[in-house]
């Protein structure tokens, strides 16, 4: 995903283009080895996030948004310290902004089954 996202005990703090944003975790319940729910509510709506790891080596997870006032959002997710493993595509652009590839939407619900 293009954000960052770090956890407490009592907080979720999001980093996105309008800076830090901070959600009170409300309730969190472990539903197995792999996978998460949490309640969270701010000022501005209540959400909930089922994160589901799926790979522990390499720390990969798949967070599920459920917002009230949308859709559900699907992000895969990586602990910044092994982002280093893995391929990243950089658009550089030194005279303008170019046009960024457009990748495949994968099936973020078959990784959520598992």
């Given at each position: 995903s293009d954000f960052k996202v770090m956890f407490s005990d009592s907080t979720i703090m999001e980093w996105q283009m309008e800076g830090p944003w901070g959600q009170p975790i409300k309730s969190f319940k472990r539903i197995s080895k792999q996978q998460y729910q949490l309640s969270l509510e701010s000022k501005r709506?209540?959400?909930?996030?089922?994160?589901?790891?799926?790979?522990?080596?390499?720390?990969?997870?798949?967070?599920?948004e459920l917002?009230?006032?949308?859709?559900?959002?699907?992000?895969?997710?990586?602990?910044?310290?092994?982002?280093?493993?893995?391929?990243i595509i950089v658009n550089y652009c030194p005279m303008g902004r170019r046009n960024e590839f457009e990748?495949?939407?994968?099936?973020?619900?078959?990784?959520?089954k598992k």
């Open positions: 709506e209540k959400t909930d996030l089922e994160i589901r790891i799926l790979d522990t080596v390499n720390q990969i997870a798949v967070f599920k917002s009230f006032r949308s859709k559900p959002r699907y992000f895969f997710m990586v602990v910044a310290e092994f982002a280093k493993n893995f391929p990748f495949e939407t994968p099936d973020f619900t078959k990784y959520l």
